[in-house]
């Protein structure tokens, strides 16, 4: 079976800002997932347990976050740049061919 960067037949935009991106929304997920989590438990333990995995899980999102920010490819405090930036990298995407 085929990988993603397998189908892609310009690999240049596999790069550290689509990588960083797609790390960014995974973080962002597991918070979401482990907030609804703690409201479901009735355990102490696994409360616990899940409150610090929540913990560990807005750390990355910062830490990623920041490094985007720092470096240009998050726009977090200007919905302009962002949005230009979405835009410019929505307009590759689509002309990108996808192979098989």
Avoid: W
Avoid at 41 to 69: C, F, G, N, R, W
């Amino acid at each position: 079976m085929a990988g993603l960067l397998d189908k892609i037949s310009n690999r240049d935009i596999i790069n550290d800002e689509m990588i960083a991106s797609d790390l960014l929304v995974s973080a962002k997920a597991a918070v979401r997932s482990y907030a609804v989590a703690i409201t479901e438990t009735a355990s102490p333990e696994i409360h616990e347990l899940l409150k610090k995995q929540l913990d560990e899980a807005i750390a990355l999102h910062h830490k990623v976050a920041t490094y985007m920010i720092e470096n240009e490819m998050y726009h977090a405090y200007n919905v302009t740049e962002q949005l230009a930036n979405d835009l410019k990298k929505a307009e590759i995407a689509e002309k990108t061919p996808v192979k098989g």
